[in-house]
Nanobody, 114 residues
Framework: QVRLVESGGGWVQAGGSLRLSCLAS????????MGWSRQAPGKEREFVAS????????YYADSVKGRFTISRDNAKNTVFLQMNSLKPEDTAVYSC???????WGQGTQVTVSS
């Protein structure tokens, strides 16, 4: 069974940092791009960041550029999202995904208080 399982979410004060992890199991994703998206209550899901199969290219939403960093460790089948200078508007459920293959994780809650 293929699964993407996120971890690392939690509660943090504005200006703080969190590091999310996404562990893939059931198959290897090392040949595919991976990404993170988020969904806040009452809002549409939005793109946060993506990374190419080898980590050579990364893309970010304007709202997180300069604050978030996506990375991956293909040997561990894991994708990371380092989030710094967090703002209350970053509060959402964060999910990792492999859009090419159509896999999505359940998500991890991130809450940033002002």
């Amino acid at each position: 069974q293929v699964r993407l399982v996120e971890s690392g979410g939690g509660w943090v004060q504005a200006g703080g940092s969190l590091r999310l992890s996404c562990l893939a199991s059931g198959r290897t994703f090392s040949a595919y791009g991976m990404g993170w998206s988020r969904q806040a209550p009452g809002k549409e899901r939005e793109f946060v960041a993506s990374i190419s199969w080898n980590g050579g290219s990364t893309y970010y939403a304007d709202s997180v550029k300069g604050r978030f960093t996506i990375s991956r460790d293909n040997a561990k089948n894991t994708v990371f999202l380092q989030m710094n200078s967090l703002k209350p508007e970053d509060t959402a459920v964060y999910s990792c995904n492999c859009e090419q293959l159509g896999y999505w994780g359940q998500g991890t809650q991130v809450t940033v208080s002002s």
